[in-house]
């Protein structure tokens, strides 16, 4: 079993910067590949990025690719969206997850545990 605590939302300007944590809980953090996905009001819940268990390997959204950067730290047993350049499409609330398995995760019936989210709003 594993918990998932987000932090690091809020609320910025068009072209700053912002810094989410997800924090677990639980045993064998290092094993997990992890994903942050993010949902706009009334649409669905989209994949964002994606890390393997080691932090070797990441996987971006095209819609994020070069502006956002996920990053896995097993022995503080967290992992991070570094966002920049943000934009008021980036405006959405924030989920990180977790899988007990080895691969670059997209899809979200691929992750076995959820955290409750942190909102994201972006003003022009």
């Known amino acids: 079993q594993v918990q998932l605590v987000e932090s690091g939302g809020g609320l910025v300007q068009a072209g700053d910067s912002l810094r989410l944590s997800c924090a677990a809980s639980?045993?064998?953090?290092?094993?997990?590949?992890m994903g942050w996905f993010r949902q706009a009001p009334g649409k669905e819940r989209d994949f964002v990025a994606a890390i393997n268990w080691s932090g070797g390997s990441t996987y971006y959204a095209d819609s994020v690719k070069g502006r956002l950067t996920i990053s896995k730290d097993n022995a503080k047993n967290t992992v991070y969206l570094q966002m920049n350049s943000l934009k008021p499409g980036d405006t959405a609330v924030y989920y990180c997850a977790a899988a007990d398995g080895y691969g670059v995760l997209s899809k979200k019936n691929e992750y076995d545990y959820w955290g409750q989210g942190t909102q994201v709003t972006v003003s022009s």
């Open positions: 639980g045993r064998a953090f290092s094993r997990y590949a």
